[in-house]
Structure formats: C-alpha cells, structure tokens
C-alpha cells in the first residue's frame, strides 16, 4: 500500500481565492561557483597539466656559461559527480497553486548548489578527483583583547602567503559577516562595509567577498567562513542543470514508495554532474568564532 503520498502538499490549503505575494527563504547560489574559476568537463572527467615549480634565472659573469631551469610538471584528475533533487507535487496542487508551485520549481536547483557548498566545506568527498576543503588549518576571525578582525584577517592574508598563494576570495556564512560588518576603526568606522549602517561587506584586503549559507559548518568552534587562493581552484559542469518532469514514475523514498501516475502526482527533477578541484589546500584557510 503507497504511504505517505500527499506530503508534497502538507501545510498548503487550497483556497479558491489566495494571495500572489509568496513568502519564502533566501534562495542559495554557491559561493565556490562564485569565487572559482569555470572549466569545461567531459563525462569522464579531465586530466589537467599543472606547472608544479617556476624556472629561476641568476646573475652570470661576463663569457661564463648561462643557467639553465625548467619548469616542473604535475597533472590532476579533476572527475564530475552527480548531484540531484526530486520534488512530487499533486496535479491539484500544479492547478490550485500554481504561483506557489513556480516559484517552488524554480528554487530546485539551488538545493543543489547549497549542497556543493556543503560538501566541499567537509571533509567527504562524492569519489575520488573531487576536492574538498574540510581538511584546510583554521583560525578564528572574531576580536580578542587587542587583537581586531582586521588584525585577523591580516594574519589570514600572511597565512595564505606564506603558502605560495594570494587571498584573492573570501566566502562568509551569514554568521561570519556579522562578525566582519562589526568591525570598527578607531572612531567607529566600520571597515569592511560600504559605510555606517551599511550591511553589505566590501573586499576585505582586496579580496572580493560572497555571503552564502552552505559554507556554514555547526560546532563548537563554527564554521563561518573560509579565505584563499581561489586562482588555483576550479568548478566545472557536464552539460548545466537538467530538468526532468515526469508523471509516469514510481519514486522510491525510503520505504516509502510513491505511484505518480496512481496518486494523479508528478515529480520535478534536477540533477547536475559538477566537479571541483584546487591546486593546493594549504593555500586555504577556515574561518572560524571561536573565542581566543
């Protein structure tokens, strides 16, 4: 016997006369599809020629014999995944609802890109070829004594250096900009921000900055951010965002089980074979609240 059916439309009433005003969550885009470079990748996935290490040149005495340096190689696996959410819907709920079930439909997809964040914020990643930054040393943005957030993300900028790289992305959680827009000069001024009363967060040391929920990690310290080299890393799709509607199928949830065409349902679909990949986890640093 089906069970659990009509969840799709628990908690939704079907009205004859409804507003159109829609009130819903932010909807998510990633933050590593901002900050990272785009490539193209083949299903298989690709194999990347790196340069490893750079030619040094030196001072030579007049008739003496010129240096000679090459360049070192490496190469990278970079392999895609795929990512995918289904959504059953009732056909009542398609006609009775439809403002509501468009604007459903079109937030599918950035349960997906949320989900890439999340992943590459962990340590587990979909197979082999696909990178994540979980594993990446941490350090906490938030003030301590006489030490400011500015003083923080300096030490950041010095880190990330210091590992042959330039702090030029910085992704926060909505829990890390908060720490950032609190930050103030000596008379008050905040400094990341746009101006006072302001609640958008400028470049911080130059480094352009993308507020986004999946980069969020509970625990104690949290998660809310990271920094970091975002030159070397690199995200790619197969073929973009697929859709599929079908209400033909029979969905499989558990144990529960789901008749589309018997149940007059139908389902949306959206999957998405992606991959990401970075040359150096070193050159990437955690941010976290920890209090110092």
């Known amino acids: 016997m089906p069970t659990d059916i009509n969840r799709a439309t628990t908690n939704v009433i079907l009205d004859p006369e409804v507003s159109g005003e829609i009130w819903a969550k932010t909807i998510e885009e990633s933050a590593f599809m901002q900050l990272a470079r785009k490539i193209s990748i083949p299903g298989p996935g690709v194999k990347v020629q790196t340069i490893a290490g750079e030619p040094t040149a030196d001072w030579v005495d007049e008739t003496n014999l010129k ?53 590459i914020m962990g340590t587990t990643a979909p197979g082999t070829g696909f990178d994540v930054l979980g594993g990446a040393s941490t350090t906490s943005i938030k003030p301590a004594g006489n030490v400011t957030v500015y003083d923080k993300f300096v030490a950041v900028d010095a880190a990330i250096s210091a590992a042959d790289g330039i702090m030029d992305g910085i992704a926060l959680a909505p829990q890390g900009k908060s720490i950032v827009i609190g930050a ?94 970075v040359k150096d986890v070193n050159q990437y640093m955690l941010l976290t609240n920890a209090t110092e």
């Open 184 to 277: 103030v000069d000596n008379v008050g001024h905040p400094v990341f921000t746009a101006g006072v009363g302001s609640g958008t967060v400028g470049n911080i040391l130059g480094a352009p900055v993308a507020v986004k929920k999946g980069v969020y990690k509970a625990g104690t310290p949290a998660i809310v951010g990271i920094a970091g080299d975002f030159s070397n890393a690199v995200y790619g799709t197969v073929e973009g965002i697929k859709m599929s509607i079908s209400d033909q199928a029979t969905l499989v949830d558990g144990d529960k089980v789901i008749p589309l065409f018997q149940s007059n349902m139908f389902a949306v679909r959206f999957e998405i074979e992606v991959a990401f990949a």
């Open 67 to 119: 240096p000679i340096s090459t360049h070192s190689f490496d190469k990278k696996v970079i392999t895609p995944y795929k990512l995918a959410v289904i959504e059953p819907f009732s056909e009542e709920f398609r006609r009775d609802k439809k403002g509501l079930y468009e604007e459903c439909k079109n937030r599918l997809p950035y349960a997906l890109s949320r989900k890439f964040d999340e992943t």
